[in-house]
């Protein structure tokens, strides 16, 4: 396997995993949102920008050589390439909600708007794809839970991404 996707709802961790992920295995890594940002300058129409933005990634997962794909659901993006690893991120609601709290420096506003970015992402996704669960772990190959403890979610991530990728 040579692209490892890392998925989950807004505030989950898993921008912290990729990057963390991508930095200690020395692969590329590349944030969907970022191709979005670049796409949206041109594209205007919400399902045609995210159609768009899934074929580059798509495109990219394809040809790529050690890259890790950080998006909210690029591993059911790409859930038909057998050659890609999906990790989804999972979290408790309690903690999801104190880590957004921190993120947004305990501003109730910057968390308003952190929660109306996550239903608007459900809400665009809905609109390009219909009523899919993009988060049903069906469609990935590790799903792992943040507890709150990055380190030990870095550790078990790494060892089975060791065993499962990194080996073969």
């Given at each position: 396997m040579q692209t490892i996707t890392i998925s989950g709802d807004i505030g989950t961790?898993?921008?912290t995993l990729a990057r963390w992920l991508a930095?200690?295995?020395?692969?590329?890594?590349?944030?969907?949102?970022d191709i979005y940002f670049q796409l949206q300058k041109s594209i205007q129409v919400i399902a045609?920008?995210?159609r768009e933005v899934d074929e580059n990634i798509r495109t990219m997962a394809k040809t790529a050589h050690h890259l890790i794909?950080?998006?909210h659901y690029q591993g059911w993006n790409l859930r038909e390439m057998d050659s890609v690893y999906r990790i989804l991120v999972v979290c408790d609601p309690e903690i999801l909600n104190?880590?957004?709290a921190i993120r947004c420096g305990n501003d109730s506003e910057k968390i308003k708007n952190e929660e109306e970015r996550k239903y608007k992402l459900f809400a665009d996704f809905k609109q390009t794809y219909?009523?899919?669960?993009?988060?049903n772990e069906s469609y990935y190959s590790l799903i792992v839970i943040n507890d709150g403890s990055e380190v030990s979610m870095y550790t078990e991530v790494y060892k089975k991404?060791?065993?499962d990728v990194l080996s073969k």
């Open positions: 961790g898993k921008t930095s200690y295995i020395r692969w590329d890594y590349i944030n969907a949102a045609t920008l995210n794909i950080d998006g104190a880590r957004i219909g009523d899919i669960d993009y988060l991404v060791e065993k």
